[in-house]
């Protein structure tokens, strides 16, 4: 078997063969390349010890020199080289506490996670597959090298990386592997939330977002995202609904996936972190009417401060929180499809959301049983036809578009601070609702926009003064 590997990696290879060391390309480099996927980084394991890898290589970086990872630097490219090693006791759930370099490549292959990514390759030997991984790729399986109970012990983190390739390759978990996963869950209590946060946007990000049920299916929700849990055990016996509201989010986040090429990958994922987290407040103001129909009001809200803590609680960063989080809180706006209104909600917004505010409500929609989904969704199409008139006509949508500027109130006798603010209030109100009248001399006439509404004589002593 002949993969086609990068000139650079062949070189690299080459110069540690050459220097008499064995060499291979490993993990998911080799995995990729077998399904005919592009990989994203190309990693190399070696019997060379870090020092002896230095001395062949000219520009280096001590990357994790003390577990035995140095990287190559060509120009602008790296790549990172590893010697073999077995890893020491596994006291925090993450890291081995030491590791000790080895000249068995088979050694090396056993710590690996998944019998997919404990393949090595390289042009002189091909493909070295000691744990069947070639097999398990062509049954579409994601399998723990040797024991899973022992792999997860190891590293709690790879319950949820488990998780995340069957998401990206569209695998399914092993019997033993899922048994174990299930067994091990309540592990992640000891990961890091930066890294939960990692493999959960990686999840959501992938070609199957909709395998996030996985995390409720397994225990894993139970303990990094209760409040999943809380929507997968709600109803919502509703006209407008067909699943309880967790299997709805589910299938809203399955529906994303129709912008996966259209996207840029922080977009994406915004979009499907919103998705996850529209309906949670479903879970905290339910009620049931007289004629059993369940109801939801004010869960937009809430779900919102749900989103936020959330967020907060993995430590995502303030634009993602930020924009999520109106996301969220408008997924559900209720309004008279005008111009005017969507003008308003395009300052709430912020016009560079609405791309996205669209898609999370055809997500919705479309998540939905189809009574009145037709409707729903023509809706959108012409809120959207009025969101590019709207761009086309270059309404005024913020202050600096306004004709009127601070100077100019100022030039006029009013004072800077809340008063010039509150009389460019008043300007933008009236532009907004009627963008023809963003003209600096209609508005520099209105005495009552200028100077605010005053007793009858004050207003003519303010403007002689």
Request: net charge negative; charged share 35%.
């Amino acid at each position: 078997m002949q993969l086609n590997l990068p000139n650079k990696v062949s070189l690299i290879i080459d110069t540690l063969q050459a220097g008499g060391y064995e060499a291979y390309a490993v993990g998911g480099c080799v995995r990729d390349s077998l399904m005919g996927r592009k990989p994203k980084d190309w990693d190399i394991t070696t019997n060379a010890k870090p020092v002896e890898i230095k001395r062949l290589f000219k520009r280096t970086v001590d990357t994790g020199i003390q577990h035995g990872t140095v990287t190559v630097l060509f120009g602008k490219e790296s790549y990172e080289l590893t010697t073999y090693r077995i890893d020491g006791i596994y006291e925090d759930k993450r890291h081995p506490k030491e590791v000790t370099f080895t000249g068995d490549l088979a050694k090396d292959l056993e710590r690996r996670d998944f019998t997919i990514n404990a393949m090595a390759y390289n042009d002189k030997e091909g493909l070295v597959d000691l744990f069947k991984g070639l097999e398990d790729l062509g049954s579409h399986t994601i399998k723990a090298v040797g024991n899973p109970l022992e792999r997860f012990d190891e590293d709690a983190l790879r319950i949820m990386r488990a998780l995340r390739f069957a998401a990206e390759l569209d695998f399914e978990i092993e019997e033993e592997t899922l048994k174990a996963i299930e067994k091990k869950s309540g592990d992640l209590k000891k990961i890091s939330a930066e890294r939960i946060q990692t493999e959960l946007v990686k999840l959501l990000c992938s070609d199957h977002p909709e395998k996030v049920l996985g995390l409720y299916e397994t225990g894993m929700s139970k303990v990094i995202l209760p409040e999943l849990d809380a929507i997968m055990e709600t109803g919502q016996n509703n006209p407008h609904h067909m699943y309880n509201v967790g299997m709805h989010t589910i299938e809203a986040i399955k529906y994303s996936r129709k912008w996966n090429d259209s996207l840029s990958e922080n977009d994406k994922k915004i979009l499907r972190l919103t998705m996850l987290f529209h309906d949670m407040g479903k879970a905290h103001c339910k009620t049931t009417d007289e004629n059993g129909i369940d109801h939801f009001k004010g869960h937009a809200d809430i779900s919102e401060k749900i989103a936020g803590d959330i967020l907060r609680r993995l430590k995502f960063d303030n634009d993602t929180i930020n924009k999520v989080k109106k996301l969220v809180k408008y997924h559900d706006h209720r309004y008279s499809v005008t111009k005017v209104k969507m003008r308003e909600l395009m300052v709430n917004m912020g016009v560079d959301l609405m791309p996205l505010w669209f898609a999370v409500r055809r997500c919705d929609t479309n998540a939905q049983s189809l009574y009145v989904r037709e409707e729903k969704l023509s809706s959108i199409d012409y809120c959207e036809e009025l969101y590019n008139e709207i761009l086309r006509d270059k309404d005024c949508l913020s202050l600096k578009d306004l004709a009127v500027k601070g100077k100019d109130l100022i030039d006029m006798g009013i004072k800077p601070g809340k008063e010039l603010g509150e009389a460019l209030d008043r300007m933008f109100k009236l532009v907004l609702e009627d963008p023809s009248k963003n003209d600096k001399s209609c508005l520099l006439s209105d005495k009552e926009l200028v100077y605010g509404k005053a007793a009858p004589g004050q207003l003519e002593r303010m403007i002689d003064e």
